[in-house]
């Protein structure tokens, strides 16, 4: 996962293995990539639970990943903006920099996206 800005902020580009002879403008990405991770192959379940509203906090907060790594999108069909998430609980997209975002599809990363 590559993002346009430092300590992974910014656009973020999940890249396959493989390689990329421009990746800049295969992407549309800006000048240059300012921070990376490396996401581990998961190989058990994927569990997520996620609220329909961002105030939804009683239950617990926005969005939880119990298990798996998933690529949330902005648009349906695996289209426009993503953003990578790990295990943990999400309590506010604005939060993490991601306000005015509407998520319409997602996946897992499973080791065939790798």
């Not at 002879?21 to 240059?32: L, P, Q």
């Not at 569990?47 to 907060?61: F, H, L, P, T």
Request: aromatic share 12%.
């Amino acid at each position: 996962m590559i993002n346009d800005r430092s300590n992974f902020m910014g656009n973020q580009y999940f890249m396959k293995r493989g390689k990329y002879s421009d990746y800049m403008r295969m992407m549309g990405m800006r000048d240059c990539i300012r921070s990376c991770r490396m996401i581990a192959m998961h190989r058990g379940q994927f569990r997520k639970r996620i609220y329909e509203k961002e105030n939804a906090q009683a239950d617990g907060g926005l969005c939880h990943v119990m298990d798996g790594h998933w690529l949330m999108y902005e648009q349906p069909h695996f289209r426009g903006r993503m953003m990578y998430m790990r295990p943990g609980e999400y309590i506010s997209f604005r939060e993490m920099g991601m306000s005015n975002m509407r998520f319409q599809s997602m996946r897992r990363i499973m080791d065939s996206c790798l």
